[in-house]
């Protein structure tokens, strides 16, 4: 028996690809001074908690980080990621403000654009069955970087 499923997955990543690289839909964090320090990050976190709550308001499980370089006006796609749907949160944390050593988190590329006074945004989409994540992050990365995006992902 053949269980071809190749179009429903075309469409599903048709869909998640539209709403995760949207540029209307990225959602700014803001680190009030490029001077980052520990505590400056700290304060950021405490200072975006509630943002973070609004983008992760329906759940989700693969998100995005996008650079807006000084003096333009146009977001780039950095980075394409997943995680658990319980454990986004703490993942897109890792990224934007507490590195747990660990892990290979773009915390460092973040505060160095910070630095550059370029902002830092994030976009995210919910994918169910949770255990299609990791597929449909695999084929997003794939698709941007043949569009010259997803400059910080290593495979794909």
Request: include cysteine; aromatic fraction near 8%.
């Amino acid at each position: 028996m053949k269980l071809d499923l190749t179009k429903q997955f075309d469409l599903l990543i048709f869909e998640a690809e539209k709403e995760l690289t949207e540029e209307g839909n990225v959602c700014e964090i803001e680190y009030k001074t490029n001077k980052i320090t520990k505590e400056v990050l700290g304060k950021a976190y405490e200072y975006n908690a509630k943002t973070l709550d609004k983008i992760l308001e329906g759940g989700a499980n693969i998100y995005a980080l996008w650079v807006k370089k000084a003096g333009t006006n146009k977001w780039l796609l950095m980075y394409i990621g997943q995680r658990k749907l319980q454990f986004i949160r703490s993942r897109l944390v890792q990224h934007l403000f507490q590195k747990n050593e660990q892990t290979g988190s773009q915390l460092e590329k973040i505060k160095k654009e910070v630095k550059e006074k370029n902002k830092i945004g994030v976009t995210v989409i919910k994918v169910l069955p949770d255990e299609l994540r990791q597929s449909v992050e695999e084929r997003l990365i794939g698709i941007s970087k043949t569009k010259n995006n997803c400059f910080w992902n290593i495979h794909g």
